[in-house]
């Protein structure tokens, strides 16, 4: 049981890395401070183990099987949204997003929000909230799913503790791989600040070629 729950560790940590999400926490993370990158991802992260988490775990208690042919659409979920994320990408992010580069290389960031005096200052855009990425990493969450679903049922007859142990670590595998993601991806953007733009457009056009070559390899 001890392997198998390592085992299930060693999935998560892979599982964070696959391609789709490199793309698409690179798309997040790489503007911004590390500070921000490091917050985005870990909002991807959770947002992704909690979809997966949660349904995988509901699915094998509750007995449900889920077909191929649902994990194929929600690819082509997960496809569409990063074809979503490279356009923003290409597009410079989040509007208003107030972090920005001077000649000095170094990150700065300004209140673009102006409002009169004495009034309640406007509510910050959702991804400035923390909403986006959480939503974003949910979206790719869902198709996982099944994948876990088909690693779960032996650890739910022995035991259900074991069960929700196994969907932690995995969970926390998949958040360790995606923070390290973001972090790496700042620090690659800050190293090469001036080229940054290069990089964005880079990193948007394979978000879009990835995502669409997806949608495209399952809806066949």
């Known amino acids: 049981m001890f392997i198998v729950l390592g085992s299930l560790f060693g999935q998560g940590l892979l599982h964070g890395?696959?391609?789709d999400h490199c793309l698409a926490i690179g798309a997040l993370a790489s503007r911004g401070g590390l500070r921000r990158a490091v917050a985005v991802s870990v909002r991807f992260g959770l947002g992704h183990m909690a979809v997966l988490g949660v349904l995988a775990t509901a699915a094998v208690v509750a007995g449900v099987v889920i077909p191929a042919r649902w994990e194929s659409a929600l690819e082509v979920v997960g496809g569409a949204s990063l074809l979503a994320l490279g356009c923003w990408t290409l597009l410079g992010g989040v509007p208003g997003d107030p972090t920005h580069h001077h000649g000095d290389g170094v990150m700065h960031a300004h209140d673009l929000v102006e409002h009169p005096p004495g009034a309640a200052p406007a509510p910050a855009p959702a991804a400035r909230r923390g909403f986006f990425p959480l939503v974003a990493g949910a979206l790719f969450g869902l198709s996982g799913?099944?994948?876990l679903v088909l690693a779960l049922p032996l650890m739910?007859?022995?035991n259900p503790v074991v069960l929700v142990a196994g969907v932690g670590l995995f969970g926390l595998g998949v958040l360790?791989?995606?923070v390290l993601v973001g972090y790496l991806t700042?620090?690659?953007a800050t190293a090469a600040h001036r080229v940054e733009r290069g990089l964005r457009v880079l990193v948007g056009l394979s978000?879009?070629?990835c995502g669409?070559?997806?949608v495209?390899?399952?809806l066949g």
């Open 17 to 19: 890395v696959g391609p």
């Open 145 to 147: 799913v099944r994948s």
């Open 156 to 158: 739910a007859q022995r």
């Open 176 to 178: 360790l791989s995606m």
């Open 186 to 188: 700042q620090r690659i």
């Open 207 to 209: 978000s879009m070629a």
């Open 212 to 214: 669409a070559w997806w």
């Open 216 to 218: 495209v390899d399952h």
